[in-house]
């Protein structure tokens, strides 16, 4: 998610967008790296009604601290070659809540680990707090599927991860496949520096994207001080119903968050999810 800056989007990503946040360990890679952004690689994102404005290839860090190349969509998305191959959208969404067709298998129980210890990767005090806030309020909607949250330096048994990095305020995740929810969540230290609903704000919004929520204003970015429609790629439009088809100046999936953020759903997002699970 990204850090707005008085009315404007704080520029992480080379043209601008933070989206959420560019990941610091996913460094963009030279012309010499074995995956390229294709013609046909853009094809395939922007049918996904994707955002095909700064598609990067980037060195992903995963959990067991191998490393992979990936795409880095929208600022905060990051989908492997294998991954963006298996997705398909059968049905754009143009509306203020929307998702991709990839959402996790429900009813379930999705294990949260939020990384502690001493070491870099370990979530503050300001970054926990904010992470048990944004799992109170998942739970307490009664969704058909539920939050544990446990802070540990071991992740046996996590389905998502949640990690800090040195980086500028903000986050990055994914999107679910199989069923399972994207396996982790990367927290910026410039969230440090912010209160705890904030905190709470940017856990929250990327643990959406780990269970298929998209931004809500991809078809403006509006919330980045923009006015870029991301089209829907010739692929029709679903609305969740109960949700508006305008700007919704306070959803927690905005693309770019302020620092005067709740970390509170607002009632579209509890419809939205509500109709998802």
């Given amino acids: 998610m990204k850090k707005v800056k008085s009315i404007f989007a704080l520029s992480v990503i080379a043209l601008t967008l933070l989206s959420c946040n560019k990941e610091d360990e996913a460094v963009p890679q030279s012309n010499s790296a074995s995956l390229k952004v294709t013609p046909e690689v853009l094809n395939k994102i ?30 905060d998305i990051v989908i492997t070659q294998e991954q963006l191959s298996k997705m398909d959208l059968h049905g754009g969404i143009t509306t203020e809540q929307y998702r ?36 109170n309020r998942y739970n307490n909607l009664g969704l058909s599927i539920n939050f544990t949250l446990t802070f540990s330096s071991s992740t046996s048994g996590a389905n998502i ?37 904030v905190n709470a704000h940017v856990a929250a919004h990327e643990i ?39 700007y919704d100046a306070t959803s927690y999936m905005r693309a770019c968050f302020s620092s005067s953020e709740t970390g509170a759903f607002n009632a579209n997002d509890v419809t939205a999810l509500n109709y998802l699970y």
């Fill in 46 to 75: 922007s049918s996904l009604s994707l955002n095909t404005s700064d598609v990067q290839v980037i060195e992903n860090t995963k959990l067991d601290g191998t490393k992979e190349e990936a795409f880095l969509i929208e600022g």
């Fill in 100 to 135: 991709t067709t990839n959402l996790v298998s429900a009813p379930r129980t999705i294990r949260v680990v939020g990384l502690s210890g001493t070491g870099t990767t370990a979530l503050t005090t300001n970054m926990r707090a904010g992470l048990q806030a944004a799992i």
């Fill in 208 to 246: 959406g994207h780990c269970i298929g929520l998209r931004h809500t204003d991809w078809f403006s970015r509006q919330s980045c001080g923009q006015n870029s429609n991301e089209g829907t790629a010739g692929v029709g439009a679903i609305l969740i119903p109960g949700t508006p088809s305008g």
């Fill in 161 to 197: 991860v949640v990690r800090r990095q040195t980086g500028s305020a903000g986050g990055v995740a994914g999107f679910p496949s199989g069923g399972a929810p994207y396996n982790s969540v990367t927290l910026y230290s410039g969230l440090d520096s912010y209160s705890t609903n």
